[in-house]
């Protein structure tokens, strides 16, 4: 079974960037279709934010975010990364990688998950 660990987060100011690391063991990402990164805000329910589809590098997002956040994959790291540019205050949120033996991005359709990482912005 694989396990996944989140570094990265912090507290920043709005217009800063942060770059977030998620880290495989136990297991690869290629055994994965997907990867993906969510965030579950204060009071909120955990939403989907980026993923990568592992095997062709294929990249998905969610439109609050287009534009200012990427992820990517390193294979030989067994890491994907979340690089989290122009944040705002409401992208505050604990930050969460897992992985998806199918090609979706809903939070229930992830079957292994990190404990998560913290980002919090000020305004």
């Known amino acids: 079974q694989v396990q996944l660990v989140e570094s990265g987060g912090g507290l920043v100011q709005a217009g800063d960037s942060l770059r977030l690391s998620c880290a495989a063991s136990?297991?690869?990402?290629?055994?994965?279709?997907?990867v993906g990164w969510f965030r579950q805000g204060p009071g909120k329910e955990r939403e989907f934010v980026a993923a990568i589809r592992w095997r062709s590098s294929s990249t998905y997002y969610a439109d609050s975010v287009k534009g200012r956040f990427t992820i990517s994959g390193d294979n030989a790291k067994n890491t994907v990364y979340l690089q989290m540019n122009s944040l705002k205050p409401e992208d505050t949120a604990v930050y969460y990688c897992?992985?998806?033996?199918?090609?979706?991005?809903?939070?229930?359709?992830?079957?292994?998950w990190g404990q998560g990482t913290q980002v919090t912005v000020s305004s």
């Open positions: 897992a992985v998806s033996g199918l090609f979706r991005t809903e939070p229930l359709w992830y079957d292994y």
């Open positions: 136990g297991g690869t990402f290629s055994g994965y279709d997907m």
